[in-house]
C-alpha cells in the first residue's frame, strides 16, 4: 500500500517514467527512519550519470571537496 501511494504521489513529476523504481526507494527511505522526523530525508542532485544509478543512502553523506 506505501508504494502504491508513492507511485501515485510520482505520477506528475520528471520522474514518472522511473516511478516504480522511486517508489520502492522512498518507502525503504521512510522506513529506516525511526523515530526521527520525515523532514530528515533530503535528496541531493550530482551531475553525471542516469536517473536510475540513484542510491538510497542511509546516514549523513557528505560531498568530498578537495581544496
Known sequence: MLINCASTSLNSKLVSGDKVFFSNMLVDA????????????????????????????????FKKCFS
Do not use: D, K, P, W
Open 30 to 61: 521512510i522506513e529506516n527512519i525511526e523515530g526521527f522526523a520525515a523532514g530528515t530525508i533530503s535528496v541531493r542532485q550530482v551531475s553525471g550519470g542516469s536517473i536510475t544509478e540513484s542510491t538510497l543512502v542511509n546516514g549523513v553523506a
